[in-house]
């Protein structure tokens, strides 16, 4: 094949995988979370089991924010003042705990995946 041929294939494919990525973005539901120096806005996050979600963290408080849980091998960083995402895959039933690391006593909650 010429390669001016292979080199459009190609762009096509990007374009085909880009807009693919595009769409399956906006289906993942979005659970959100406000962290505010030692303050969470939830303690319980309800997911269903089997499917991708995103967790959107965002840290309103004036000192830095992890939002972790470690059975779901999450562990977002969140400056004060931004919001960060993550899409994970799905997981199978069960809690999974999460709090922030930097503000442990004040933040422990749990996904409920079922
Ligand atoms: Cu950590």
Redesign the pocket.
Same mark, same amino acid.
């Given at each position: 094949m010429p390669s001016g041929v292979t080199a459009r294939w190609a762009g096509l494919g990007l374009a085909a995988l880009l807009w693919g990525g595009a769409a399956w973005a906006d289906d993942v539901p979005t659970f959100k979370v406000v962290v505010n120096d030692g303050v969470i806005s939830t303690q319980r996050i309800e997911v269903p089991a089997g499917q991708r979600f995103r967790v959107e963290v965002t840290n309103q408080g004036k000192t830095p924010a $992890?939002f /972790?849980s470690?059975p779901l091998g999450l /562990?977002l960083?969140v400056a004060p003042g931004l919001t960060r995402t993550r899409v994970l895959p799905g997981k199978s039933a069960g809690s999974y705990p999460f709090y922030d $690391?930097f503000h442990m006593k004040t933040t422990q909650g749990v996904f409920i995946i079922k």
């Open positions: $992890e /972790e470690l /562990e960083v $690391e």
